[in-house]
T-cell receptor, first 112, second 115 residues
Framework: AQSVTQLDSQVPVFEEAPVELRCNYSSSVSVYLFWYVQYPNQGLQLLLKYLSGSTLVKGINGFEAEFNKSQTSFHLRKPSVHISDTAEYFCAVTGGGNKLTFGTGTQLKVEL | EAGVVQSPRYKIIEKKQPVAFWCNPISGHNTLYWYLQNLGQGPELLIR????????DSQLPKDRFSAERLKGVDSTLKIQPAELGDSAVYLC?????????????FGPGTRLTVL
């Protein structure tokens, strides 16, 4: 079985400040890791994914994430956020379960 | 290129009534998914289709939920009868195939309210 833990349900941050959204996973096999973003009343959109190779993955909108196998983490970061980054962010994992398992999400609220 | 299309976007019904949701995936995508998203939660897989075959429906409550994907293109998810606890957003997604590395493209969802 696989699972994803997003410890922070909400993260408030001021515009132009850096942000990190935390994600930890559990799986008995090798995994693929994803971050999706969901804007209000919209479907989920892929930000980035880790399949193999370099542990630092760059995605759209200036986001990046680092895969850390020893800590079973895949934290999402952005050096300078914009008001338009306000959204719900979901970490997800696939592995032995042959399906995409999502975390409970982190609401990022960017304030002026 | 059009994305995943879902209708209706919103649906309000009384409990014990039937309801159906429709999804049209991205053209050429063989794999189609239905997810349930409760408030404050991540999406949870209900059923996955490879073309017209349901290859994973282990999480679909089969006593009241049913789904079909005739001709391997668009799909319908039905609830009969609906219960109060079914109030949620129902998301449809598609991907080129069922490979775990493939990006899933999501539709905007149908928000169901059961009164």
């Amino acid at each position: 079985a696989q699972s994803v833990t997003q410890l922070d349900s909400q993260v408030p941050v001021f515009e132009e400040a850096p942000v990190e959204l935390r994600c930890n996973y559990s799986s008995s096999v090798s995994v693929y890791l994803f971050w999706y973003v969901q804007y209000p009343n919209q479907g989920l959109q892929l930000l980035l994914k880790y399949l193999s190779g370099s542990t630092l993955v760059k995605g759209i909108n200036g986001f990046e994430a680092e895969f850390n196998k020893s800590q079973t983490s895949f934290h999402l970061r952005k050096p300078s956020v914009h008001i338009s980054d306000t959204a719900e962010y979901f970490c997800a994992v696939t592995g032995g379960g042959n399906k995409l398992t999502f975390g409970t999400g982190t609401q990022l609220k960017v304030e002026l | 290129e059009a994305g995943v299309v879902q209708s209706p976007r919103y649906k309000i019904i009384e409990k014990k009534q039937p309801v159906a949701f429709w999804c049209n995936p991205i053209s050429g995508h063989n794999t189609l998914y239905w997810y349930l998203q409760n408030l404050g939660q991540g999406p949870e897989l209900l059923i996955r289709y490879e073309n017209e075959e349901a290859v994973d429906d282990s999480q679909l409550p089969k006593d009241r939920f049913s789904a079909e994907r005739l001709k391997g293109v668009d799909s319908t998810l039905k609830i009969q009868p609906a219960e109060l606890g079914d109030s949620a957003v129902y998301l449809c997604a598609s991907s080129l195939d069922g490979g775990l590395h493939n990006e899933q493209f999501f539709g905007p969802g149908t928000r169901l309210t059961v009164l």
